[in-house]
């Protein structure tokens, strides 16, 4: 049994994704989006139109692959490095705003669920997809073939 989130092009599979999350009530982009940067390394606010989908899909994918996922490490994950003029570049961190916005709206679709973690249980705390999250994700691919 092939699963398409392993199996298609990564790029190719977020577009699907992205596309599919268009179409869902919860997933709507903010006004403020169009006027802020998504980290502190970038030099202009996005001016993609499809952003805010191409991001809810590329961190839904990883929360997929991943298992349990918090909002640092998505923070690193979209990070870069930072332009400072004269002096070395540095590694900076993405912005936590957009990232928690979008687990939210995927929480608020049934998605993903809060995992936290127990005492004596060695497990990290974070977001994790629910059932119909893996179901809505693993059905991208199988649409189109």
Known sequence: MSNPVYDLDAQQYNLKLAEALKKIPEFKEPEWVKFVKSSPSKERPIDDPDFWYKRAA????QIYKQGVVGV????TKYGGRKNRGF???EFRKGGGKIIRTILQQADKA????IVKPMKGIKKRSGRQ?????KEFLESIGKNES
């Open 110 to 113: 049934g998605f993903t669920e």
């Open 129 to 133: 997809l629910t059932q119909k999250g």
């Open 87 to 89: 002096k070395p570049e």
């Open 72 to 75: 640092n490490r998505l923070r």
């Open 58 to 61: 590329s961190i839904l994918r």
